[in-house]
């Protein structure tokens, strides 16, 4: 994929957030560090609101998805404030399931693309090394 400079990527888990921008020149990539966000944790992941009784979610996989939806919401704020112009979310399947689910419509016009991976443990140049093969 194409990441167009000043594109924020913003790498998820259940846990934590990881923001970088795009600091290089179509069709080069150079991610900067971005300050870390600030996120709230509400209790607004879908949780057992969309689960039936009998699937008994662990209290870990409520916060999980109380994390995802939470990091969803500041990326919709930052999308709607004009912090951020283009976006690319990477993040493991389950969690981007779940952010996909909170997104606004403007956080959804924003996205360049998304990688259902985790990556929020490794290094930037594998980080890198991910959106390039998603090319």
Do not use: C, W
């Not at 594109?7 to 600091?23: C, E, P, W």
């Not at 689960?51 to 939470?70: F, I, K, Q, V, Y």
């Amino acid at each position: 994929m194409i990441i167009p400079n000043d594109t924020v990527i913003a790498v998820a888990d259940g846990r934590s957030l990881r923001l970088f921008r795009n600091k290089a020149a179509e069709p080069h990539i150079a991610l900067e560090a971005m300050p870390d966000a600030s996120i709230e944790i509400r209790n607004e992941g879908s949780g057992m609101r969309h689960r039936s009784t009998g699937a008994n979610p662990d209290r870990s996989r409520l916060a999980e998805d109380d994390h995802a939806a939470s990091v969803a919401s500041y990326l919709n704020r930052q999308v709607i404030a004009g912090e951020v112009g283009q976006l690319v979310v990477i993040a493991d399947p389950r969690t981007l399931g779940e952010m996909r689910k909170h997104f606004h419509p403007a956080v959804a016009s924003a996205l360049v693309g998304e990688i259902a991976k985790d990556l929020t443990g490794q290094s930037v140049e594998s980080i890198k090394a991910a959106l390039v093969k998603a090319s």
